[in-house]
């Protein structure tokens, strides 16, 4: 066999193998987007209502960030929905009075009934941090306060950190996220895309999990 044909086949061989990975990353990009207009679709664009907005748990948790999480937390523990808010991520040096105040509720009325996590800087963090208070508290199920768009990767989050313990979500629609046609708003795309691909890592971790327990 001449050299020529070698390099022919080694170039046969060599074209094969790229047209392989061209599409399978082709494959991937396609169930990438599939996935990510999927949990665009799915984040909830109104609150709970019903039963599952009246439902009672032992605790609330608010996740700290925008969307109006901790005034609806302090609403829903100021309507007997639980007994005990905890509050996750605050910064060092944020109490519970001047909380209070900035969301115009009296620091006499619930003080007693809100702690403040001061550790956690991740939702991950979030998770533990929430999962060591619940434990110490001897608290089996809660209500999750945070922002629609990051309900789905935070419920993951803290059912790995604490499978016994009953979640039940209670999405703040965060008014700057503008969820119809999204993928015309820079902002929105742009938030989107990095949550949803941290929930794909999350996700990820999860089926990891799930087969080194099996």
């Excluded at 001449?2 to 399978?24: K, N």
């Excluded at 009246?54 to 925008?66: E, H, S």
Aim: net charge neutral; hydrophobic share 45%.
């Amino acid at each position: 066999m001449s050299l020529t044909h070698h390099r022919q086949r080694g170039s046969g061989v060599m074209a094969r193998a790229i047209g392989h990975l061209l599409t399978g990353a082709l494959v991937l990009a396609v169930a990438w987007l599939a996935g990510l207009f999927w949990y665009a679709a799915d984040v909830p664009r109104s609150p709970p209502t019903g039963a599952d907005a009246q439902r009672r748990t032992d605790a609330i948790v608010v996740l700290t960030g925008g969307s109006n999480r901790l005034v609806t937390g302090l609403e829903l523990l100021a309507a007997g929905r639980a007994k005990k808010l905890f509050v996750s991520g605050v910064y060092d040096g944020v109490e519970v009075q001047e909380l209070l105040k900035l969301s115009r509720h009296s620091p006499t009325e619930m003080e007693c009934c809100i702690t403040l996590g001061y550790s956690a800087d991740s939702t991950i963090g979030n998770a533990y941090e929430t999962a060591d208070w619940m434990r110490d508290q001897g608290f089996r199920s809660l209500r999750l306060v945070t922002a629609n768009y990051h309900m789905r990767r935070s419920m993951l989050e803290l059912a790995m950190a604490m499978p016994d313990v009953e979640l039940v979500p209670h999405p703040v629609v965060a008014p700057t996220v503008h969820l119809d046609d999204w993928w015309m708003w820079p902002g929105t795309a742009n938030l989107l895309v990095n949550e949803y691909n941290k929930l794909l890592v999350v996700g990820l971790r999860w089926m990891v999990r799930s087969v080194v327990r099996v």
